[in-house]
C-alpha cells in the first residue's frame, strides 16, 4: 500500500553526520525506516549512534550500496553540494534520491534532475519535505506521528500543508504522502504522482495540493482528464496573493491571469476534481468523495 517508498526500502543518508541530518535520521528511524548507512567520505568508517541503533558511515554511495544494497538517499547536504551529491547517487545506481536541501541554484537543479533521469533515477525535491509511507518508511522531515495508514494518497508542492491534511485526514489515513517541492524545476510531478497512485491498488482517492505560479496544475488537470479513474480532491495555495510577486516558493510567480489559483481552480474543476477554498474544506470534501462511494 504504497508508491515509491516502503517497508522494504533501504536508505542512505547524504549528510548524515551534520546538524539536520542527525536530527532527522533519528526520527526516521523512529517512524521505522530502515536507515543502512550515512555518507561522508571524510567520516568513512565510522558509526553513528541513535539510541538503540549503530548506523554505518560510508565514503560513498557506491561503497554505501554495494554493502547495504541501499535503493533510497536521502539528500541533507548544503545547496552547493547538492547537485554533486545527486550526480553522484545516479552514477552509483540508487533508485530514488529525495532532495531536502533547499536553496539550490535552478542551472544545478536542471542538471541533476535531467543526470538522474538519464540514468535512472527519480529525484523527489529539491526543497521538498520527502515522502511517508505510513507504518512502513520515511525519507525526509514529514512527521510520522499525525496520521496512520489508509486509502488516500497525497501529492503536494506544500510542505506545511502536507503535513495539515495530513493531520486533518489522519483518521482516514494515507497510503502515501509525497512532497514534490516547490521550485521552478522539480524531480517528480503532480503528474508523475498521479500516474502511480492510479497504478497503486490500495489507494482509492487522492489529494493535490499546488500553489500559484506555473502551469503544474493545469497540466495535471489534462492528465487526469485522460488518465485518471479515481477520484481526485485538490487544494490550491494563494488565493490572496499579489500579482507579480514570488511568494515563498521560488516557482510560486504570477504574470497577469496565468498561474493564478483561481484558473488552477477552474481547470481542475473543469475535470471533475472538487477544489477547497481552505484545507479545512478540501478534507471535507475528501471524507464525502470517500463516503458516497461505500
Given amino acids: 500500500m504504497a508508491i515509491h517508498l516502503t517497508k522494504e526500502s533501504k536508505v542512505l543518508v547524504q549528510g548524515m553526520t551534520g546538524g ?3 536530527k532527522h535520521t533519528r526520527r526516521m528511524l523512529a517512524a521505522g525506516t ?11 568508517g565510522r558509526t553513528v549512534d541513535f539510541d538503540d541503533r549503530a548506523v554505518p558511515v560510508f565514503g560513498s554511495v557506491a561503497d554505501g550500496i554495494q554493502a547495504t544494497g541501499a535503493d533510497v538517499t536521502v539528500v541533507f547536504v548544503p545547496p552547493a553540494f547538492a547537485r554533486s551529491a545527486v550526480v553522484e547517487a545516479a552514477d552509483a545506481g540508487i533508485g530514488l534520491a ?8 535552478v542551472h544545478d537543479s536542471v542538471a541533476f534532475t535531467t543526470h538522474a533521469r538519464h540514468k535512472g533515477t527519480r529525484v523527489i525535491g ?19 506521528d499525525i ?3 489508509g486509502p488516500v494518497g497525497l501529492v503536494s508542492k506544500s510542505g506545511t500543508l502536507t503535513y495539515q491534511l495530513m493531520y486533518e485526514l489522519r483518521d482516514i489515513g494515507f497510503s502515501t504522502c509525497v512532497g514534490i517541492g516547490g521550485d521552478p524545476v522539480v ?3 503532480h503528474i508523475d504522482c498521479l500516474a502511480a497512485f492510479q497504478d497503486d491498488p490500495d489507494t482509492d482517492l ?5 500553489e500559484i505560479g ?34 515563498g516558493h521560488a516557482g510560486a510567480i504570477v504574470s497577469g491571469s496565468s498561474g493564478t489559483a483561481r484558473a488552477k481552480k477552474e481547470a481542475l474543476e473543469a475535470v471533475g476534481v472538487r477544489v477547497g477554498d481552505t484545507p479545512t474544506e478540501t478534507a471535507r470534501h475528501v471524507l464525502a468523495v470517500l463516503e458516497a462511494g461505500r
Avoid at 220 to 236: D, F, G, L, Q, S
Fill in 20 to 22: 539536520e541530518g542527525m
Fill in 34 to 44: 530502515d536507515v543502512v548507512g550515512g555518507v561522508n567520505p571524510r567520516k568513512a
Fill in 98 to 105: 529525495v532532495v531536502i536541501t533547499e536553496g539550490i541554484p
Fill in 126 to 144: 529539491p526543497n521538498c519535505p520527502g515522502l511517508i509511507t505510513p507504518g512502513q518508511s520515511n525519507a525526509g522531515i514529514i512527521p510520522a
Fill in 147 to 149: 496520521t496512520k495508514p
Fill in 187 to 189: 524531480g517528480t510531478t
Fill in 206 to 210: 487522492v489529494v493535490l495540493i499546488g
Fill in 214 to 247: 506555473g502551469d503544474a496544475e493545469e497540466r495535471a488537470a489534462a492528465y487526469i482528464r485522460e488518465h485518471v479513474t479515481k477520484p481526485v480532491v485538490a487544494y490550491i495555495a494563494g488565493f490572496t496573493a499579489p500579482e507579480g510577486r514570488t511568494m
